[in-house]
C-alpha cells in the first residue's frame, strides 16, 4: 500500500479507511457514496483516496 497515512492539506488519516473503501469499490459500489459513508468530506482528502493507484504489486518483484 502506497498511499500517505495522512492528507498532505489537511492531516485526515486517510490511510486508516484506504482498505475498506478499496475493498467496497472493488465489489462495485460507487466511489462517491463510499467516502461519504467513511465520513471522508473534504475534497483534499477525497482527492487522495481517488486518484491513489495501488502499484505495489507491479514494483515489489524488483529489487535495488
Known amino acids: ?22 475493498q467496497k469499490v472493488a465489489k462495485g459500489e460507487n466511489s462517491g457514496k463510499v467516502l461519504d459513508k467513511l465520513n471522508v468530506q473534504r475534497y483534499c482528502c477525497r482527492r487522495m483516496m481517488i486518484s491513489n493507484v495501488d502499484i505495489i504489486h507491479e514494483i515489489a518483484p524488483f529489487k535495488r
Not at 4 to 14: E, L, N
Open 1 to 22: 500500500m502506497l498511499i500517505p497515512m495522512r492528507c498532505f492539506s489537511c492531516g485526515f488519516p486517510v490511510a486508516a479507511v484506504y482498505e475498506e473503501y478499496k
